[in-house]
């Protein structure tokens, strides 16, 4: 059995704000002890992160402590952007085993040596990662896991924090680092979905990368990519330009066997170049001949599209599998300054799953999966949910 439960203080008495945020965790997940507290903090709390995380191991009963800091953070009861804010999730379970993970230097070894020793075919697996942007660590994960064919997904957000003096955190038990990278890794029995919405929408058809080399694309089609830009474009509004900044992307599909991908199955990347000569378009991610890929923009209202059939998407994967908590990784750069309005994209993660405790904040990345392959995202929301098997 898995049961979890999320709580939130804005109280600026650091004391009062722990205690009434692990108090409602607890409470709403009918526990008396706790085997893993997800913990995420705004900078103004920071003078006193030490004495948050002794208030959390007391009343919480566990040391098994994973967060990180965060510009804004969120609950299933709002994003509470520029609010100072605690907020706390509690998780107890027979299912899985909890594996805390974090690394100060600059690789990967001791990490690696806990996904090396505890994923395997036999369980399932789950690594949530809170890492400093400026470090290298998320990039030598990623590589890992390509090195085990997938196996493990990794989920969460690079740290956000004081947009001043750029300082930002990680923790883990009771530590306190910066450039580092804190998380967990989750192992046994239980099963997890991940969506991830990248607020784009697609114009123009799916083609096949007929002609390719390292990262520009030559043919699609058998057709001049430029060529197929070109017309692609051709079919957009003056009001859909103007919405999406004048910004195209690419958007790749990942999963080699899928033929007629959907929202969500493509991964975004920017186009960095135009080559008129060769009529090529290079892309920020490296291409492979055979790849089906199709043109977006982002807007707006692309993202309210994408978001809405994402949380749908994952809520009819949930009627067989009912999730017991959630975790939302949102981009600093959506939320109130995307949509122009407040808890947008948790109100439409609420409205399919009202009773369901999450926790997150707002990332200076995010990290999610997209056709059985681990990738580092921008802009981007990502959301996880954790069942029973």
């Excluded at 890992?144 to 997938?150: D, I, P, V």
């Excluded at 196996?151 to 530590?175: D, F, L, Y």
């Excluded at 170049?273 to 807007?299: C, K, N, P, W, Y």
Aim: glycine share 8%.
């Amino acid at each position: 059995m898995i049961r979890a439960g999320v709580g939130y203080s804005h109280n600026i008495s650091t004391a009062e704000a722990t205690e009434q945020a692990v108090t409602t965790a607890m409470s709403n997940a009918k526990i008396a002890k706790s085997d893993l507290v997800f913990v995420f903090a705004t900078v103004n709390y920071a003078s006193e992160y030490q004495q948050i995380f002794e208030g959390i191991k007391d009343i919480s009963g566990s040391d098994c402590l994973v967060g990180c800091s965060g510009m804004s953070v969120l609950t299933s009861a709002g994003e509470f952007e520029g609010q100072s804010t605690i907020a706390v999730m509690v998780v107890r379970s027979d299912q899985f085993f909890i594996h805390p993970l974090l690394e100060t230097k600059n690789d990967i070894a001791s990490i690696s040596a806990i996904i090396d020793s505890h994923v395997s075919a036999a369980d399932n697996s789950l690594l949530t990662i809170f890492p400093d942007i400026r470090s290298d660590l998320p990039t030598q994960l990623i590589q890992k896991t390509e090195e085990l064919q997938f196996k493990v997904p990794i989920v969460g957000a690079a740290a956000s924090g004081n947009p001043t003096t750029g300082q930002m955190h990680q923790w883990c038990g009771e530590r306190i680092v910066e450039a580092s990278i804190s998380g967990a890794l989750l192992t046994g029995s239980f099963h997890t979905e991940v969506g991830v919405a990248q607020g784009c929408q697609p114009f123009g058809k799916t083609s096949e990368i007929t002609r390719a080399e390292g990262k520009k694309i030559f043919e699609l089609d058998e057709t001049p990519a430029l060529e197929v830009l070109q017309k692609s474009l051709e079919l957009l509004t003056e009001e859909d330009i103007q919405r999406s900044g004048g910004m195209v992307f690419l958007g790749m599909a990942m999963d080699d066997s899928n033929r007629s991908p959907e929202i969500g199955d493509y991964l975004i990347r920017n186009i960095v170049s135009i080559d008129r000569e060769s009529s090529a378009v290079e892309s920020a991610e490296h291409i492979t001949e055979g790849q089906i890929v199709q043109f977006h923009l982002r807007t707006p209202y692309a993202a309210r599209q994408e978001i809405q059939t994402i949380i749908d998407r994952i809520s009819q994967k949930a009627q067989q599998h009912p999730p017991v908590f959630g975790l939302y990784f949102n981009c600093m750069g959506r939320g109130t300054g995307l949509y122009g309005e407040k808890n947008y994209d948790i109100g439409i993660i609420k409205a399919k799953f009202p009773d369901l405790p999450i926790i997150g904040f707002f990332g200076n990345a995010e990290y999610a999966p997209i056709g059985n392959r681990n990738f580092m995202h921008a802009y981007t929301g990502a959301f996880v949910t954790c069942s029973e098997e």
